[in-house]
């Protein structure tokens, strides 16, 4: 992959104020949408380059390899870029079969049914498991 | 639906500090991501009544009730909220297979190919067709 040659391709998005761009991820096997998330210049570059979704973390203000602590990374096998040019999206593969912090595959797990949030998936993975204990 | 009859569900919503929530839309059926887009409170209300995808406009700061023009709604299947609360996933039935002003199906036409941005989507309506003339 010769991405990271140029930086044309970065420059032709429309990165916010904050230099920013949200981030869908999507699992490229069963289609569902995993998270949203953000990157800057920096950590889509490092996407590229490594093949591993990389994002920037806004609360703790630095670069973020999706899986770095849990393992559950995640394989890039496509990028994509709206028509406006200020949105992405990922198709990976997922590691571990999980996304979400709490052990489920998608972080979208609430669903509103009758003016209530619902959580309508299983935990895969104890997050206790994913994470350890130090 | 009695979604609108108390506001609680919206008020478990982290708005960013302008007041909006980026949202995910993907085809039901197809499993397709169409588009990145924003709802204010307003908006998200609005959809649940009426049961059809109303986004709020950025560049037009005003409620955008999505194929207001081409004829190309969104009808809502289900609506899911991510872990930290602070973006939204919308499964919708795309009214006339084109999500995207481009005549695409979905805005994220456009994959990253050797250090380029490839067009990679037919258009399926033309977009004079589709918004016609005044």
Known sequence: MNDQDTTAWL???AWNAQGLAPVITQAADTKRVLTLA???RE???ATV???YATYWSR???KLWRKGETSGNLQRIVS???DCDADALLLQVEQMGGVACHTGRESCFYRVLDKGTWQADEPVITDPEQMYGKS
């Open 11 to 13: 420059d032709q998005i």
């Open 79 to 81: 990028i994509a870029l």
């Open 43 to 45: 950590s889509l570059a």
């Open 38 to 40: 953000w990157m800057n």
């Open 49 to 51: 380059a490594s093949g």
């Open 59 to 61: 609360s703790r203000s």
